[in-house]
């Protein structure tokens, strides 16, 4: 039973995840690149999200709250980590 509950989860977060990079879909793209530059630069945790959220407002041009950046910037970071929330076959 919590086999098939895990497998569900991990289901719903991936939906998720895609349909909110759908909704805000230029803004998860630069996100997405930040995140993996700021990994490759090898900053980890506050540091690393600080930094992200110093580039994405260099670079982009709209209004975006912080919480709604925040949000983005930890789905980059769990989408980029994939397998850990990819269903299990």
Not at 25 to 50: H, N
Not at 59 to 74: F, M, P, Q
């Amino acid at each position: 039973m919590l086999t098939n509950l895990n497998r569900i989860g991990r289901t719903l977060l991936a939906s998720l995840l895609d349909a909110l990079f759908a909704l805000f879909e230029g803004e998860a793209a630069l996100i997405a690149k930040i995140v993996a530059d700021v990994k490759a630069a090898g900053l980890t945790g506050d540091d690393a999200r600080r930094e992200a959220m110093r580039r994405f407002r260099a670079e982009y041009k709209g209004a975006l709250k912080d919480s709604l950046l925040n949000l983005l910037i930890e789905m980059a970071v769990v989408k980029a980590k994939g397998a850990a929330i990819a269903p299990a076959e």
